[in-house]
């Protein structure tokens, strides 16, 4: 396939609310944004991607969203978006927004007017359906928890949302959904965006019928997900977006691909059918077993990083992220907080980031933080944190239990402000912010990870330098080494101009690396994460707990 722009680029996803305020009143902000344009370009990163700032009510952080052609006040106003589109371009970065097509808010207009009667125009735009012996038309739970319809007084029909009641999902077998949601697209592509995020895109077709699932008692015990994941038909959904927004033009589309297997990859990503260029899978979330302690299950990341390399080598491309907002942060889960919080930190990103794809950091994790320290329950903001809190209360769990659980997996962990400085609130806002907790080490922050050269930070920056000065390790075929070695993540990157090895021990102890086919010296290191002290070119070594090194072979 010919090379896009966005194969060799590094993304950035930003979550606005929490990453500067300019204005004090404890939300991230547009013109915060604005102020920090050159710390993402030292960093190395190409695009930009905003989480929703679209007009919202709140109730999912702006995945509610009731206006696709607004910005909400609290983030600022067109004339701010506009100037951050123009500080970026101006910087040779790019912008891509988070396009939410599969649900609006429900005080969006197109709700309003759907729910006032039975035979409004917009009544289709949503799924509307009668109830079935006193309760909802079917036993769908929804993602986030409980029945995935409510009932509506107006009409005494129920509608139905995947996500919480308050997000109706729209109807992609209305042709005028796609059209409507595809002319927001547009608008905001004539205002120079390069692309967008698509949420929850694999939702976007519901089984026809809208079947059960196989649970004669009731609701069902898990999200319905087999009746809406990915269902038959989700790609003519996609068809009708791509036709309607983004035909004809070089953006970078990215759909949130949960539920695609490697084997569905190609049809959502192969150039030859003009969709998306990424998918982001969520195959690796399986690896965490919610149990903080319980170490990574190198074998098992391999073998499904081994899963989608080989499902798009020369058909398409893949998405390479370790966090984003739904996840705890990565150190805590994968890494070792306690002993080896930077080097885990700095051992993840180089077995992740030298892969083939597209890398997307998420805010935060280039500063290598771990969870931080939510001590209380009435802490936690998240709409999935509130309802996990409020039923385990109703059903007598222990508050401690609950606690426990949100600290190691609840999303608000990677959703605290972003900790520019040792200052008041980290140099994040003058005012109190919307959401905090304890950072769990006070030295992580931008300014003082700035002025140490063995930061995290100051890792990443070498790592993404890296990866954009050697051919091999954007275009470099992928092969896979020691795929049954239970620490050690490595491979090779290979063109015929050269051949570079990644080795990463993503454990907590020491282990001998055997490199078998010539011998490795300290000329030949392009990256460590702790200090190689010079010596002749060896045959085997040791790697520290979380160490990682890049050599340069023949
Ligand atoms: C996925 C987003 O990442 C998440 O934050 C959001 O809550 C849901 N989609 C619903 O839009």
């Not at 606005?16 to 915060?32: A, E, I, K, T």
């Not at 080494?481 to 993540?489: A, E, I, M, P, T």
């Amino acid at each position: 396939m010919d090379a896009k722009w966005w194969q060799s680029a590094v993304v950035y996803q930003l979550y606005p609310r929490s990453f500067q305020d300019s204005d004090g009143d404890g939300v991230g902000d547009l013109p915060g944004i604005l102020r920090r344009l050159d710390y993402l370009q030292d960093l190395g990163v190409e695009v930009v991607w905003l989480c929703p700032i679209f007009a919202s009510p709140g109730v999912d952080n702006g995945y509610d969203v009731a206006d696709y052609c607004a910005i909400d006040p609290v983030f600022g106003t067109l004339a701010d978006f506009d100037r951050l589109v123009a500080g970026l371009h101006a910087r040779g970065m790019r912008l891509i927004l988070d396009l939410v097509p599969n649900h609006t808010s429900d005080q969006h207009p197109w709700f309003q007017a759907s729910r006032a009667s039975r035979d409004n125009p917009k009544r289709d735009w949503y799924v509307w359906r009668d109830g079935h012996d006193g309760g909802p038309p079917n036993n769908w739970a929804s993602i986030f928890g409980g029945p995935a319809w409510t009932r509506d007084a107006a009409t005494g029909q129920y509608y139905l949302h995947l996500f919480t009641p308050q997000q109706p999902d729209l109807n992609w077998d209305h042709p005028a959904v796609a059209e409507a949601v595809g002319e927001a697209a547009r608008w905001w592509l004539a205002r120079g965006v390069d692309g967008f995020r698509i949420d929850a895109i694999t939702c976007l077709k519901k089984a026809a019928g809208l079947p059960d699932m196989p649970n004669p008692e009731g609701l069902a015990a898990v999200p319905a997900y087999p009746r809406f994941l990915n269902a038959p038909g989700v790609l003519g959904a996609v068809d009708r977006l791509c036709q309607a927004a983004f035909a004809g033009r070089d953006l970078l589309l990215v759909g949130e691909g949960n539920g695609i297997s490697p084997r569905q990859s190609e049809a959502w990503v192969g150039p030859r059918h003009h969709r998306l260029s990424l998918v982001m899978h969520f195959e690796h979330w399986h690896l965490d077993t919610g149990d903080p302690a319980a170490p990574l299950n190198v074998v098992a990341l391999k073998r499904s990083v081994g899963r989608w390399q080989r499902a798009l080598a020369g058909r398409g491309w893949n998405a390479l992220y370790l966090e984003n907002t739904e996840l705890a942060r990565v150190v805590s889960r994968w890494g070792d907080p306690q002993r080896f919080p930077r080097e885990s930190a700095a051992a993840l990103a180089t077995a992740m980031y030298l892969l083939p794809g597209t890398p997307f950091l998420y805010q935060g994790q280039e500063l290598g933080l771990a969870n931080p320290r939510f001590r209380r329950l009435d802490e936690f903001r998240d709409v999935v944190a509130r309802r996990r809190i409020d039923e385990g209360r109703a059903r007598g769990e222990s508050e401690e239990a609950i606690l426990a659980e949100l600290q190691a997996s609840g999303r608000d962990n990677a959703r605290t402000p972003m900790p520019w400085d040792d200052g008041p609130w980290g140099g994040f806002s003058e005012g109190q912010p919307w959401l905090w907790a304890a950072p769990a080490d006070p030295g992580a922050n931008v300014a003082a990870e700035e002025a140490d050269p063995d930061s995290v930070l100051n890792y990443y920056r070498r790592l993404l330098a890296l990866r954009s000065r050697e051919p091999a390790l954007t275009m470099g075929a992928y092969r896979p080494r020691l795929g049954r070695h239970r620490q050690l993540f490595a491979y090779t990157r290979e063109t015929p101009a050269g051949r570079i090895l990644v080795i990463a021990n993503l454990s907590g102890t020491a282990t001998r690396y055997r490199h078998g086919d010539g011998r490795l010296g300290r000329d030949d290191l392009l990256l460590a994460t702790r200090p190689v002290p010079p010596h002749p070119p060896v045959g085997t070594f040791t790697l520290a707990p979380f160490e990682a090194r890049v050599y340069r072979v023949a």
